[in-house]
């Protein structure tokens, strides 16, 4: 039986108004340093605490012609084919619609919003290029945190095991239903007590608190798990801690290797 959030019973049924700008894109391909934004949708969601008032809710969907066609690896994901977007204009042409609904945010929220912040700030800079950290809202980071032992975090998984998507119309891997998705899941877990903050500033908080990290993503122990090579080998571990690009670049990691090691302050050493 389906565990359904009542949207109107969170953890604050009062409170500060807080006005949240989920939104999503889709791209030409999967690097934000290289890729281009082919379709993107913005939902502003106005809550009283953490209580959502329907209707004032403001939106914007609009395909966007990016510099270079689409591949077709990436069509295979979001099914826009440069057909599509024959017609559309470019990115620059919907910032005006962009920036009013951006402006009037309090929070931006996407899954993997680094991702599309990252693409939207070199794209639209004088809309999205000076969001700082405390008005980001990751709910993939926020996902890890809640659901640490799942085997996946992507949307679309979560969409299906926590049933999200019983109210709503379109298809998988498109802007807005994406941006919707975003949304339920967050509703859904203010809404059933999975968490309970008591203010969106909070929920942020959480959010950006560190993850811990099981597996090298990079260098000579890529693939392996962190805790083994904390043990095996703790000169390479200790000139981590000394590099000033791993707590820039690798957060996570960084205080996960603190904890490992039980040597806050050893980075100095």
């Known amino acids: ?71 077709p ?35 931006i929220c996407a899954h993997n919003l680094p991702y599309d912040l990252t693409i939207l700030a070199r794209e639209l800079p004088g809309v999205f290029g000076g969001i700082g950290a405390e008005k980001q809202l990751d709910s993939l980071r926020l996902s890890k945190h809640l659901w640490p032992l799942i085997p996946s975090h992507a949307l679309q998984a979560l969409r299906y095991r926590f049933e999200l998507d ?35 500033r909070e929920l942020v908080d959480y959010t950006m608190s560190p993850l811990e990290v099981k597996i090298f993503t990079f260098g000579k122990y890529r693939g392996k798990l962190v805790e083994d090579i904390a043990a095996q080998d703790r000169d390479y571990i200790m000139w981590l801690l000394k590099q000033e690009w791993v707590p820039q670049d690798y957060p996570d990691l960084y205080h996960t290797i603190l904890d490992k090691t039980s040597g806050r302050g050893r980075a100095h050493d």
């Open 73 to 107: 690896e990436a069509s295979a994901v979001h099914h826009i084919t440069n057909c599509m977007l024959e017609g559309s204009p470019a990115v620059s042409g919907i910032a005006d619609e962009a920036a009013e609904l951006a402006g009037r945010a309090d929070l």
């Open 166 to 200: 019983a109210d709503l119309k379109g298809e998988a891997h498109r802007a807005m239903f994406d941006t919707e998705l975003v949304r339920a899941l967050v509703e859904y877990i203010t809404g059933t007590g999975l968490l309970n903050p008591g203010s969106w």
């Open 1 to 71: 039986m389906k565990n359904e959030p009542d949207l109107f019973s969170g953890t604050l049924d009062t409170g500060e108004e807080t006005r949240v700008l989920f939104l999503d894109t889709e791209t030409t391909g999967p690097d934000p340093e290289t890729a281009s934004v082919c379709e993107i949708a913005l939902l502003l969601s106005t809550y009283h605490g953490f209580r959502r008032d329907p209707a004032a809710d403001l939106t914007l969907q609009r395909l966007v012609l990016p510099p270079e066609p689409v591949p």
